[in-house]
């Protein structure tokens, strides 16, 4: 176990350890201390190696993560896993706004609730946020899978390509051309398959399945009022 | 960008601790908000029927004892007047109408950048640390502050037009972002009375809840009737004599952090300034909703 302590060490001293790293190396496990709600966070790291933050993040902590697994112990500022490829990210708190924002791949993972916004952009990445999340979540999702266990804020999933949105709680409204589907086998498989890998006990058949109506995807003047 | 910050101590016991914790929340602003750096701190109560007054001259090697002998013969003062450089807190036994006269009289280069029975407003051009060495922040104790590192976007980098923005009785307000409906609120407030000293549209904010206090409405209400009268995008924290309030714009466009603990509510713009606090870590920390008035009163 390797401890960085960030009241002794710059953020950028850490993230150049982390950068140098070969993908076959020994340092696989990370503990960094008193992160004191410090930005960037293990930013950009594309090793399979293993990070625990002890402590609140500021913005982006885990942006553009590819291989590692990060476990935030605390809440994380703005923008977490922004751009995460693959690995994980997990969040033990509440996550600010835009959560895992133009993901590509990989887990996330919120055991708290996320803020406005979780999944605006996303291109590919699962988000499992065991609370709520806020409004216009999953905003122009373009792909991958957003399964929230609590309620959804305002304007969900507005403009949705072909992300898709499962929601256990409440929805207060759904945005411009998002709109409720059928909850077949496959979407239950896919939530369970999440779910699991998350580790948050919930039952996948009782979700409901919200994706693109597909009108807004070109331009239609009779749509011209939902633009 | 922007930086804002409020430190509410639930006790009416003032603490020494209010103004060295508010400087360091402040410090870890600065990269927010280079262009300036204001604070207001409710402190001390002015004896009874007097006015407490932050004022501010063009110089900060002003000659306030001259100034303090002037307008004492006309406006009888109420203890010692307290100068730093550029600013000055002097207690009168006067209205704020009449002060505001007897200024633009006699000194019309002094500004009344805070009035009241408790609050006191400093702001200038600079950095964190710079602004709160020069004006003892780190000496002051009280009850409640507010705090702003600025990154002009609607009008120019001066000391005037630096938050926090004090329009009417102990109310301050400090704000993260900029409104479009600013100049028409400005010209219809200025028909009920409220004064300007700017073209900022945070003044215009500020003068906006006056205005509704001055019609009887709580904080919390006249924050409501905002929202549908202010346009553009806000996170907004306001003091007042006794009570500390934060509203964000119904799309939460520009970011905030609340913590609450025992001992006091915090509120800043990024989680790094409420580190610094004592028990910060054990705190109640969340993200205050779109569209949602979070109010605290002292009894």
Known sequence: MIEID????????????LHRLDPGTNEANWRVLNPNGAHAIAVGVTVPIEIEIQGH???????????????????AGTGVAENIMSGTVRVRGNAAQSAAASGRGGLVIIDGDASARCGISMKGVDIVVAGSVGHMSAFMGQAGTLVVCGDAGPGLGDSIYEAEIFVLGKVASLGADCVERALDDAAIARVARLLDAAGIGADSGR???????????????DHAAQY | MCGIVGLFFKARMATP????????MLREMGERGPDSTGFAIYGDDAPPGGLKTSLHAPDSAYDWPAFAAEIGAALPLLGPMRPYGSHAVVTLAAKHDDLHAWLAQHRPEIAIFGFGERIEVFKEVGLPDAVTGRFGLGQRNGTHALGHTRMATESAVTTEHSHPFATGIDLCLVHNGSLSNHNRLRRNLEREGIRFLTDNDTEVASGYLTWRLSQGMSLKAALEAALGDLDGFYTFAVGTRDGFAILRDPIACKPAVLAETDEWVAMATE?????TLPGAKD???????????????RQ
């Open chain 1, 207 to 221: 979700f409901r399945r919200y994706g693109s109506a597909r009108l807004l995807y070109n331009f239609h003047i």
């Open chain 1, 6 to 17: 960030l009241s002794k060490s710059t953020v950028r001293e850490l993230n150049q350890r």
């Open chain 2, 271 to 275: 989680y790094r300034a409420i580190a």
């Open chain 1, 57 to 75: 993040v500021g913005y982006y902590c885990g942006g553009m993560n590819a291989a590692a697994n990060v476990l935030i112990a605390g809440h």
């Open chain 2, 283 to 297: 705190a109640r920390i969340w993200e205050p909703r779109p569209a949602t008035v979070y109010a605290w009163q």
């Open chain 2, 17 to 24: 601790l209010l103004g060295p914790l508010l400087a360091g």
